[in-house]
Structures are given as C-alpha cells and as structure tokens.
C-alpha cells in the first residue's frame, strides 16, 4: 500500500478537522448544573482536551514543522501527547461513574508517573542528542505500556464496584452499564492503537491507517457521549426533580404499582418497575431514595416479608418454602435471610409465636 505525501496530509487534515469538531461537540455540550454532577461537567472537559490535543498534534505536523526534526524527538512527543491524552479518557470514564476521582488522592499514582514520563521526555528532547533520544525512547515506551496496564486495571474495579452497587440498587446511575463497558473496550482500544501508532509513526500507510482508526475512536466516543448525555438533561431538566407535580403523579402510580402486587414477580429490577409505572430508572431509584428512606432492594425485600407475614399466619395449609416462592424468592435461603433480617426470626420461629398452638 502506497500512500503520497499529499495523500498523507489529506487524511491528517480530514483527521484533525474531526476530531477538533468532536472536540467543540463535547466541550459545548450542556448540562444541568446540580452539584451531583460536578463529575461530569470534569469528564466533559477532560474528554474535550483529549480532542484538542490530539488535533493540535496533528495541526502541527500538517504543518511539517517535523521534517526538520529528529524522528525519534517527534516519536518522543507523540509519546507524550498519547500518556496524556490516555490519562484524560481513562479519567473520563472514571468520573462518570465515580465523582469521588475527583480527589488528587484517588489518582495520585497517575500524576506522578504521568508527570514523571512528561519531564524527562521534555528534558531528553530540548537536550538534542539523538544518541540519548534513542536510547531513552524504548524506555518510555515500556514505560507507557506499563501505565495503560494499570489504567485498564484502575478502570476495570472502578467499573465492577459501579455495576455491583447498581443491581445491588445502592447507587443511581446516569449512564447505562452496558455503555460504560462499552466505553471500557474503546479506552484500551485507543491506548493500543495510540501505542502501535507511535511505534510505526515512521511508516507512512501504517501511521495513515492508525490515524483513520484514532480518529474513529474519537468520533464514535464523543458523538456516544453527546447521545447518552442529552439523558442527563431529560432527567434533570424536563423531569425535573424539584417539580412537585412529577413527584405527586410518580407517587401514584408507585402506590397503584404495590397495590397490584407487582413486586411479587421473581428477578424484578428497578428498570422493570420504571417501565412498568411510565419513568426512568434514576428518577424512581432517587424517589425511593428520599420519600421511603431506603435503597430498591431494600423496599422490595420490605414489600415481599409483609406479605409472607400475611401468608405464614392467614395460609396455615402453605409451607415455608412455598410462601417464599409466592412471595417472590427463588431461593428459600434467601428468603429466610431477609425475612429474619427484618423480624429478628426464621419464618418457622415466627409464625410458631405468633400462632401457638392451643392446649
């Protein structure tokens, strides 16, 4: 495959231009202002620089300010621009899922070996001895395969902890799972691509193509971003959580939703339930949050054991396996779990004191 130079500088214009355009996509996005998301409005600006980066780069060597230059001295910066650039999306995801990174002491690893990769990157290039270029370029290298591990790590648990706390129902989430996942996969896709990219930079079809996939990446992240973003405004906006009226008619149908038994059905989910009763799963999941002063698991399980109340004493002919399963469990052990959690007593026990037997 043989790319011109002019062909080469066409499809580093296109690349720039887009990616400078996703950039201002991003960063002009609007959001609701409400304090809980601080994180958000800080992964919007991080994403965004990522894009003005990686387009002033690209600007820079349209420009051929490069061909003049020590190859290995433009490999070095590429390398710098990739660490920061991979800081910023790993970061993005991050703050999307947990505003507490927000703290210099959640990332303090990061800064330091981000930081530390910058200086004597810098320091090696304004010195202009390729012989030492050369020499200390397979070293940051291997340096910033080692921090996309630990990134890909660092965002993997973060990852784990925010889906775990969702299906537990002791955390709201603003962006679907399944996306953040998503999100995940084109992270270290973008570092690996970032990394073979810097190591071929001298190969004209091969540097080309990685900067179509780069490029693709930062099109496909941001336009995702601006898609799954305008929810926020929806939610925060349109909902509106201090409208009164909302609050009113969602307490409603929620009342006429329990009055129906609906959380009987086994493996019911709070989406379900959003569905069901005409909402989205944030604005049910902070309703519950606030007016009954507990998480969703929690007010099922809460639903589920009055109801085998009801059943242990006005159904003698039932046994305990079979008011559980009616109540909506699918395991007895889980069932007895929640049901002494909340009485202080097996269901046997209780149903025995409550009905002893006549004399």
Not at 14 to 36: C, D, F, H, N, R
Not at 121 to 141: C, D, E, H, M, R
Not at 270 to 290: D, F, K, P
Request: proline fraction near 3%; charged fraction near 15%; include cysteine.
């Amino acid at each position: 495959m043989n790319i011109t130079v002019d062909g080469q500088w066409l499809i580093s214009s296109i690349a720039a231009a887009v990616i400078l355009l996703s950039g201002l996509g991003v960063m002009y996005l609007e959001l609701p202002l409400q304090l809980k998301l601080k994180g958000h409005h800080l992964a919007k600006r991080m994403l965004a620089s990522a894009c003005f980066l990686v387009s002033a780069f690209l600007i820079l060597l349209i420009s051929g300010f490069h061909r003049h230059a020590n190859p290995f001295s433009i490999r070095l910066a590429s390398l710098i621009l990739i660490s920061i650039t991979t800081f910023l999306i790993a970061n993005f995801i991050v703050l999307l899922i947990n505003p507490h990174a927000l703290k210099p002491t959640h990332h303090k690893w990061q800064l330091v070996s981000a930081g530390t990769s910058f200086l004597v990157a810098t320091a090696v290039i304004l010195t202009g001895n390729s012989k030492l270029i050369k020499t200390i370029y397979p070293v940051l290298l291997g340096g910033y395969a080692v921090q996309l591990l630990l990134l890909t790590l660092f965002i993997r648990n973060e990852v784990i902890f925010y889906t775990n706390e969702v299906k537990r129902g002791k955390l709201n989430h603003h962006f679907n799972p399944k996306w953040i996942e998503y999100m995940v996969l084109y992270a270290l896709c973008h570092g690996l691509i970032a990394l073979v990219f810097n190591y071929f930079r001298t190969h004209k079809a091969a540097s080309s193509i990685f900067i179509i996939i780069y490029t693709l990446f930062f099109l496909v992240v941001s336009l995702n971003y601006i898609r799954q973003s305008s929810r926020l405004n929806d939610l925060f906006n349109n909902k509106g959580y201090s409208s009164r009226n909302a609050a009113v008619n969602l307490s409603e149908a929620l009342s006429h939703w329990v009055n129906n038994k609906g959380y009987l059905k086994k493996g019911i989910t709070i989406n379900e339930v959003a569905t069901q009763i005409g909402t989205n799963r944030t604005y049910l999941s902070s309703h519950i949050n606030i007016e009954k002063k507990k998480h969703f698991n929690s007010w099922i399980n809460e639903l589920r054991i009055a109801e085998a109340k009801w059943l242990l004493l006005n159904r003698q002919d039932l046994t305990i396996d079979q008011v559980g399963n009616r109540v909506g469990y699918t395991e007895q052990s889980n069932f007895t779990h929640h049901f002494t959690e909340i009485t202080g007593f097996p269901p046997q026990k209780w149903r025995k004191i409550q009905m002893p037997e006549n004399p």
